[in-house]
């Protein structure tokens, strides 16, 4: 049984470009998560998606950061025209369900530089 | 709205070393309370948690107990290893949606 599989693992972009990351939940799993990490920080909380919605949000940039978890395949976190602060490692975790006793399986992240 | 605060690394040791991290978390409710590990360049791996007020979360020769009164969830490990050198995460779970709130984190470095 597969753990959460990110990809990449390392992404490099120049600014005003497009990046597109990837995460594979374990196998039955519904609930996705995804975190940010700035340098020397601890994990943010972006946002929390099941299969087709998006349940919280309340982590997430207005403008520029999108997510979804579709029916078929991976969650797909976008973030367009990149800017040198959105430079970070993100996190993906998913979990069977929720109610407070459930573990969170993290993956290994995708580290973004923007040059 | 929900917090956590841990102390601030890094913290050096030498093996065999007692290690306290201390984390205490502000929330409305019950939520449960993580340690997660992160060696480098790796993502996060759960270490210890715990559900409810009293409850000792226990992994690896590491121990946190819930502490209502307190607010605090203390991380403790009687006699640390090289291989412990990483840095550690408090977390608290919203007892709705199971989002996790973070602390900053804890580098810890032991040396032999």
């Known amino acids: 049984n597969a753990g959460v599989m990110q990809n990449p693992r390392h992404l490099v972009r120049r600014r005003g470009q497009e990046a597109r990351l990837r995460c594979s939940p374990m196998?039955?799993?519904?609930?996705v998560y995804w975190y940010r990490q700035l340098p020397e920080e601890g994990l943010k909380f972006m946002v929390y998606?099941?299969?087709?919605?998006?349940?919280?949000e309340s982590g997430m940039p207005k403008e520029r950061f999108s997510a979804e978890f579709p029916k078929e395949g991976p969650s797909i976190l976008r973030i367009q025209q990149v800017v040198r602060g959105d430079s970070a490692a993100y996190f993906c975790?998913?979990?069977?369900?929720?109610?407070?006793?459930?573990?969170?399986?993290f993956g290994q992240g995708t580290r973004l530089t923007v040059v | 709205g929900d917090s956590v605060t841990q102390m601030e690394g890094p913290v050096t040791l030498s093996e065999e070393a007692f290690l306290t991290i201390n984390c205490t978390y502000t929330?409305?409710?019950?939520?449960?309370l993580f340690w997660y590990v992160q060696y480098p360049g790796e993502g996060l791996q759960l270490l210890l948690k715990?559900?409810?007020?009293?409850d000792k979360g226990s992994n690896k020769g590491f121990e946190a107990t819930y502490r209502k009164e307190t607010t605090s969830f203390h991380l403790e490990k009687g006699s640390v290893q090289v291989s412990d050198s990483a840095v550690y995460f408090c977390?608290?779970?919203?007892?709705?949606?199971?989002?996790?709130?973070f602390g900053t984190g804890t580098r810890l470095q032991v040396f032999p």
């Open positions: 977390a608290l779970s919203d007892s709705n949606t199971d989002k996790l709130i």
């Open positions: 929330a409305t409710g019950y939520p449960s």
């Open positions: 196998k039955g799993h519904s609930h």
């Open positions: 975790a998913s979990s069977p369900q929720t109610g407070g006793n459930t573990e969170a399986f």
């Open positions: 998606l099941q299969k087709e919605n998006i349940i919280d």
């Open positions: 715990a559900t409810k007020a009293d």
